[in-house]
Each structure stands twice: as structure tokens, then as C-alpha cells.
T-cell receptor
Framework: KQEVTQIPAALSVPEGENLVLNCSFT??????LQWFRQDPGKGLTSLLL?????REQTSGRLNASLDKSSGRSTLYIAASQPGDSATYLC????????????FGKGTHLIIQP | DVKVTQSSRYLVKRTGEKVFLECVQD?????MFWYRQDPGLGLRLIYF???????EKGDIPEGYSVSREKKERFSLILESASTNQTSMYLC????????????FGAGSRLTVL
């Protein structure tokens, strides 16, 4: 059964820093990986989806990379801003139905002004 | 933009009450999902539907049922609410396959007293 781990569980950095969030998964036979953002008390917002054949995806200040063979993905946030404060979750799709989608528990990010 | 609307943001119910959580999406997505999110446990799949009148159990279906009579609407039903069903409930949808981008609603925070 696929397991997805996000370390650290929480991270606090000063504004302006570039930072990396990590996502690791145990079974490398995946179809894709999604990164989400969740603001307190709200639903999840999809940030980036990387197909298994891709190495990275970029959207604005966000860059997500995927290394299937090592079971890892990183989300790089450039020039962090207080508005980036949120919980970031990754989800891996391993095939089949909805039970093939496995979420990590997220990294709670605080950007200090 | 795809919108997933959850009709109730906050609900307070009594033990034993029947509870309906409604979810509507406006972009003709085939797949709809119900998750619950609890601190330390992450997102857990309750039920999934890939078409009208079709449903599949997720990881934690006990105590819940669902209804999908129309493509745009997916309802989660708690037949007899219990205190351990106090949680954040998240509805999501995706186009054609589970492998596509998930769009989430804003969430429904249910408290059972």
C-alpha cells in the first residue's frame, strides 16, 4: 500500500527566502503527483500536477520536481511572501479508482513578515 | 474555472440526527469524491462516484451513505450522527479520470454534540 510522507510537518521562514518542501512515497509505480495548498479552515487548491513521465512543472514562483525512481518530489517556492503561508499537501496517484490516490499529511508553512 | 460548492460551511447537529451534506460541481465532471480530514490523520476517502447512480466505498464508509442522482450533485448522508463523526468534510471532483486534477470545495465543518 502506497505511503506518502511530508517532512517537516511544520516550517517557519523569514519573508523573501527560497524554500523547498518535500514529499516522499514508498511505491515508485505512480501515474502522477499533485501538490495542493490549503488555507486554514478551507478546502484544497491544486497548484501543480506532474505526470510520471515529467521531471518538473512550473507555475509562477512555484516549481515542482519529480524523481520517481527515488520516490521523491519537491516543491520549490521562490522569494517567499507572507501570503504563501498555508499547509501544502502532496498526493500520489498509483492507478485504479479513487483508492489509488494517497495524500500526505502536509507541511504547515509560516512565512514571517 | 470549475467550481465545487458545498452547501453548508458549518453545521452543528445532535447525536442520532440524520445529516445531509450537499456538493455541487458546475463543470460536468464525471468523478466526485467525499473525504474527511482530521488532525493527525490527514484526508481519508469516504465514498467515490464515477458516474450517475454509481458509487464505490472508500477507506472509511462505515456510518455514511451517498447519493448521486444527477451528474453535478453528490450528497453525503450520515444516517445517525455520532460524536466521532465530528470533522471537516471535503468534496472534490475531477474530469474523466481520477488521474486528472482534483478540484475541492471549501469544506463543511460538522460538529456532532
Amino acid at each position: 500500500k502506497q505511503e506518502v510522507t511530508q517532512i517537516p510537518a511544520a516550517l517557519s521562514v523569514p519573508e523573501g527566502e527560497n524554500l523547498v518542501l518535500n514529499c516522499s512515497f514508498t511505491d515508485s509505480a505512480i501515474y502522477n503527483l499533485q501538490w495542493f495548498r490549503q488555507d486554514p479552515g478551507k478546502g484544497l487548491t491544486s497548484l501543480l500536477l506532474i505526470q510520471s513521465s515529467q521531471r518538473e512543472q512550473t507555475s509562477g514562483r512555484l516549481n515542482a520536481s519529480l524523481d520517481k525512481s527515488s520516490g521523491r518530489s519537491t516543491l520549490y517556492i521562490a522569494a517567499s511572501q507572507p501570503g504563501d503561508s498555508a499547509t501544502y499537501l502532496c498526493a500520489v496517484y498509483s492507478g485504479g479508482g479513487a483508492d489509488g490516490l494517497t495524500f500526505g499529511k502536509g507541511t504547515h508553512l509560516i512565512i514571517q513578515p | 474555472d470549475v467550481k465545487v460548492t458545498q452547501s453548508s460551511r458549518y453545521l452543528v447537529k445532535r447525536t442520532g440526527e440524520k445529516v445531509f451534506l450537499e456538493c455541487v460541481q458546475d463543470m460536468d465532471h464525471e468523478n466526485m469524491f467525499w473525504y474527511r480530514q482530521d488532525p493527525g490523520l490527514g484526508l481519508r476517502l469516504i465514498y467515490f462516484s464515477y458516474d450517475v447512480k454509481m458509487k464505490e466505498k472508500g477507506d472509511i464508509p462505515e456510518g455514511y451513505s451517498v447519493s448521486r442522482e444527477k451528474k453535478e450533485r453528490f450528497s453525503l448522508i450520515l444516517e445517525s450522527a455520532s460524536t466521532n463523526q465530528t470533522s471537516m468534510y471535503l468534496c472534490a471532483s475531477s474530469l474523466r479520470t481520477v488521474a486528472n486534477v482534483l478540484t475541492f470545495g471549501a469544506g463543511s465543518r460538522l460538529t456532532v454534540l
